[in-house]
């Protein structure tokens, strides 16, 4: 069975669930974890400085996928952290 990492944000602890579940709330703050793909190496906490940066990143790609479907005059964004490449027609 596989497994997804999901991530506090607040608490930066991080959750190993099966792949069917699909919302974790952290055990320690009770806020909805962060889902991150499996190939993404999320770095460590105590690298506060790459911890920051790759969830700013993270952040700002999520943030971009849900302008990309919402804004019709969109017509593609690259994802660099991510590795993807979304465009449309
Ligand atoms: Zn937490």
């Not at 506090?8 to 806020?31: E, P």
């Amino acid at each position: 069975m596989s497994h997804r990492t999901w991530v506090c944000l607040s608490c930066q602890k991080s959750y190993r669930r099966v792949q069917t579940i699909s919302n974790v709330s952290c055990a320690l703050c009770g806020q909805a974890c962060e889902y991150v793909h499996w190939k993404l190496h999320i770095p460590s906490p105590k690298k506060t400085r790459e911890w920051k940066e790759f969830w700013t990143q993270y952040l700002h790609e999520k943030n971009l996928i849900a302008q990309f479907h919402a804004d019709p005059t969109l017509k593609q964004i690259d994802l660099p952290l991510l590795n993807q490449r979304h465009s449309k027609q």
